[in-house]
């Protein structure tokens, strides 16, 4: 079976630039979450989806940052514009919610960097 | 306080002896809990998840729940350099469906 997947798993752009990450999550799965990595701040959730609808985008940094998810087997978050202090690696991972078990599965990561 | 909470390490221990993680975390009413492993420059891989109190148990590796104690721990038995690794622990709070909140990690470093 194949895992979560994301593209680009790298991505350098210069600042004010729009970026696009992609994911593709587990099939069957019914939840997404977007993820940012970094060494200050660790894993912080961004966003995430339950049957393609956003449910909580409270750790959104700001509204540069837009997520969406047009249907069960993709989605995107995009950056625009983008900022140095973007820089960060981004994980999409996907789960089957079911009650108070819900193991996510994560993708290999985006690492951006912004010039 | 933050809600799930772990010694950032490292954690250095020789090579076959017990490692002990441990995590604790702020909602009294969490469902469940995850351990997840994630080597320099990976992503997270899930390792182990517990739901009731007590001892799960999964090869060289044991999960520990005390939910009186909002703590939760794993036990990596036999240390291997491959277990080094920093480990997440994550919660899945009770006002939350799907929403995972993890620690910090803990980086854990086997001596040959």
């Known amino acids: 079976d194949a895992g979560v997947i994301q593209s680009p798993r790298h991505e350098v752009t210069e600042m004010g630039q729009e970026v696009t990450l992609r994911c593709k999550p587990i099939s069957g799965h019914n939840s997404l979450f977007w993820y940012r990595q970094t060494m200050m701040r660790g894993l912080e959730l961004l966003i995430y989806f339950n049957n393609n609808v956003p449910i909580d985008d409270s750790g959104m940094p700001e509204d540069r940052f837009s997520a969406k998810m047009p249907n069960a087997s993709f989605s995107t978050l995009k950056i625009q514009p983008s900022e140095p202090r973007d820089s960060a690696v981004y994980f999409c991972?996907?789960?089957?919610?079911?009650?108070?078990?819900?193991?996510?599965?994560f993708g290999p990561g985006t690492r951006l960097t912004v010039l | 306080q933050k809600e799930v909470e772990q010694n950032s390490g490292p954690l250095s221990v020789p090579e076959g002896a017990i490692a002990s993680l441990n995590c604790t975390y702020s909602?009294?009413?969490?469902?469940?809990f995850f351990w997840y492993r994630q080597y320099s420059g990976k992503s997270p891989e899930l390792i182990m998840f517990i739901y009731s109190n007590g001892d799960k148990e999964d090869g060289r590796f044991t999960a520990q729940l005390n939910k009186a104690s909002q703590y939760v721990s794993l036990l990596i038995r036999d240390s291997q350099p491959s277990d080094s690794a920093t480990y997440l622990c994550?919660?899945?709070?009770?006002?939350?469906?799907?929403?995972?909140?993890f620690g910090q990690g803990t980086t854990l470093q086997v001596k040959p």
């Open positions: 994550a919660v899945n709070m009770a006002s939350n469906t799907g929403k995972l909140i």
């Open positions: 909602d009294r009413g969490s469902q469940s």
């Open positions: 991972a996907s789960s089957f919610s079911r009650g108070g078990l819900n193991e996510q599965f």
